[in-house]
């Protein structure tokens, strides 16, 4: 799984665990992008 997909995955939870924002932010700035 790519970081951009768990990061997606993850993200749908995003209000319960915030941090995930920031690391999908990050994937999306390194370019993992799908």
Not at 15 to 26: L, S
């Amino acid at each position: 799984m790519s970081l951009a997909a768990l990061g997606a995955d993850l993200g749908a939870d995003h209000r319960a665990r915030p941090w995930v924002d920031e690391v999908g932010a990050f994937a999306r700035g390194a370019g993992y992008c799908v």
